[in-house]
């Protein structure tokens, strides 16, 4: 069976939810990266039992489908080399239980933590992207944001997930080993419907300091000390050709921390605006420039983060990024991309990792170490064994 006959079999049960006009096919055509595919059509179900009949329809006819949240993968996951994508923004549901809250995995962050604000709550795993990263998208790959240092990975926040496997079977996933080992897996295994995470109250208590330095020895320093201090939530920083570009002067490295300590900052958490006014807003800055490709290396150690900061310094690329976590958010130009896999090759020769947040997808699944590799593939045949879901590379 073809594509075409595949969709008329699901517009007989369910002929609101197919979509195939030139936009939809356009945006679901590629994401936030440059990785651009094929999309037949566009299938946006609104129960469980829609995803649940339409993946076995698939699994009969062997019809791939690509799962799709906010669109914000910066590698491709969610775009389709070719053939149907199915698209979970109408799971939007939102239900605020005590200190926990179920939520459909269309659920946009920032959306989740306006309605927690009114319990005087919060959903602490911060990606700049909030306005757009929706929770199932976040799972899928394990973000983590600007707040790591503290409250960490998305995984750590997670206590159910709901999924529909490539058998269209439902399973419900309450086991903390299983959902973390399933996070991260880039919507490979199966399709997240549903999740219960965890929220805290909302700190009143925070401050800020912004420092700037001269000199990346001296911006390494100050990270030393900082990153392990209890206190510490953040660490962002901005290179000197990320503040020229902002038009912040002086041109230097910044460094932009939050305490969970209203003594210990200069700035105090009423004043936020204008800490997070130049950070969040830099993606959108850097894009308008130009430099169009993202990517997110990731380092441990203090050494490689020097060493890090150095190469990008010698190339005169743009970054910033979280980097008392370790994650770096470099941006090259569109006509970069051999200098992008040199900075690439470069993370993995000085033992760190090519991916921090943002996952392998199809733009840096050949960079994926085998052992990463071999435990993809094991869930995918747990839980996909026909192949349904898009593969790793």
């Known amino acids: 069976m073809n594509d075409s006959s595949f969709l008329e079999k699901v517009k007989d049960r369910y002929p609101q939810i197919v979509f195939e006009g030139p936009s939809d096919l356009d945006i679901c055509s590629t994401d936030f990266s440059v990785v651009s595919g094929q999309c037949d059509a566009v299938i946006i179900p609104t129960e469980l039992r829609q995803v649940s009949e339409v993946v076995k329809l698939a699994n009969e006819v062997e019809i791939l489908l690509t799962v799709r949240g906010g669109g914000t993968s910066m590698t491709g996951a969610s775009v389709p080399t070719t053939g149907i994508v199915l698209d979970l923004s109408a799971f939007d549901f939102i239900k605020l239980t005590g200190s926990s809250v179920e939520v459909g995995s269309g659920v946009i962050l920032s959306e989740l933590n306006d309605c927690l604000a009114l319990s005087d709550r919060f959903f602490p795993v911060t990606p700049a992207s909030l306005m757009a990263a ?138 936020k605006g204008k800490v997070w006014k130049s950070r969040v807003g830099l993606g959108s800055v850097l894009t308008a420039a130009g430099f169009m490709l993202l990517d997110d290396p990731y380092v441990t150690k203090i050494d490689q983060k020097e060493n890090l900061l150095n190469w990008f310094r010698k190339h005169k690329i743009p970054v910033f990024g979280h980097i008392g976590y370790g994650i770096f958010h470099p941006r090259f130009r569109t006509d970069q991309e051999d200098l992008l896999r040199e900075m690439l090759d470069f993370v993995v020769k000085i033992g760190g990792n090519v991916t921090g947040e943002h996952g392998y997808g199809t733009a840096k699944s050949e960079y994926m170490p085998e052992d990463v590799r071999a435990e993809f593939i094991k869930i995918k045949k747990k839980y996909d064994p026909d192949g349904v879901f898009r593969s790793i590379g």
């Open 134 to 271: 929706t929770i199932g998208g976040m799972y899928s790959t394990n973000a983590i944001g600007m707040r790591g240092m503290r409250y960490g990975r998305m995984s750590d926040w997670v206590r159910e997930i709901e999924f529909v496997d490539g058998t269209g079977k439902t399973r419900v996933i309450d086991d903390d080993d299983e959902i973390k080992r399933l996070s991260g897996k880039e919507g490979t295994f199966g399709i997240v419907t549903r999740l219960i995470l965890d929220t805290i109250k909302i700190n009143k208590d925070i401050s800020y300091d912004i420092l700037e330095f001269d000199s990346i020895v001296e911006l390494i320093s100050k990270i030393s000390e900082l990153q392990d201090d209890k206190n510490v939530a953040m660490l962002e920083f901005m290179c000197p050709i990320c503040c020229e570009y902002s038009k912040i002067s002086p041109s230097n490295y910044r460094l932009i921390i939050e305490y969970s300590d209203y003594s210990r900052g200069s700035v105090k958490a009423i004043e």
